[in-house]
């Protein structure tokens, strides 16, 4: 069993539509969680990072389930400009930190 | 620019020949994360490294691969003996250790193998 599992998609939605993304870690003393999002060809960026008490940064809402050993992403209101990649990253102690494989967002016109 | 800087951006290289990747943290970090990432795949965890630490080197191919960080200048990720299977981004990332780990990548090394 892989770590870190996201489904890969890709996620084909309209403009304004609602879309999530889940990702599923295997290690249960994991401690920090966090979200990525990378374009084509260039190095991934910090997007949220992803406490038990969920939290949301506009038009993103990022939740944790420790007791399913999962995390969500949402994002509503869905932009042309949101299309990407988006990477889950756990880090599972001792500083080391480890990522999905991500799942590829194409937001349609 | 107080990033992560990572050089050179592209890197050609004939098999056989050894590669020298360099990254210097962002100001003031002291953690650096090396990974490597194939064309539509994912980002897989190398090498994580302290000031003059290997502190995990556990993703890291146990021939041909070295990775240091030294107390003066850039970490180094270093192959020897490059092979066709090595061609990758390469992509560096930096952290102030801190217990959430936030990670600010480099804009990453494109190795290709002739």
């Known amino acids: 069993r892989k770590e870190v599992e996201q489904d890969p998609g890709p996620f084909n939605v309209p403009e304004g539509a609602t879309v999530a993304f889940n990702c599923t870690y295997s290690?249960?003393?994991?401690?920090?969680f966090f979200w990525y999002r990378q374009d084509c060809r260039k190095e991934p960026k910090l997007l949220m990072s992803?406490?038990?008490s969920g939290n949301e940064d506009g038009r993103f809402t990022a939740q944790l389930n420790r007791a399913s050993q999962y995390i969500s992403l949402l994002i509503r209101d869905s932009k042309l400009s949101d299309s990407a990649t988006y990477l889950c990253?756990?880090?599972?102690?001792?500083?080391?930190?480890?990522f999905g494989t991500g799942t590829k967002l194409q937001v349609i016109p | 620019n107080a990033g992560v800087m990572q050089n050179p951006r592209h890197l050609v290289r004939r098999r056989g020949q050894e590669a020298r990747l360099r990254c210097s943290p962002m100001?003031?970090?002291?953690?650096v994360y090396w990974y490597r990432q194939l064309p539509e795949e994912g980002l897989k965890f190398m090498v994580y490294?302290?000031?003059?630490?290997?502190?995990?080197e556990s993703g890291m191919p146990k021939e041909r691969f070295s990775a240091e960080f030294p107390k003066e200048g850039p970490s180094i990720l270093r192959i020897q003996q490059v092979v066709r299977g090595d061609s990758a981004a390469y992509f560096c990332?930096?952290?102030?250790?801190?217990?959430?780990?936030?990670?600010?990548f480099g804009s990453g090394t494109q190795l290709s193998v002739l």
């Open positions: 990332a930096s952290s102030d250790g801190t217990a959430n780990e936030k990670l600010f």
């Open positions: 290690n249960s003393a994991s401690q920090s």
């Open positions: 992803v406490y038990s």
């Open positions: 990253a756990v880090n599972e102690g001792y500083q080391k930190v480890t």
């Open positions: 100001k003031g970090h002291s953690h």
């Open positions: 490294l302290q000031k003059e630490n290997i502190i995990d």
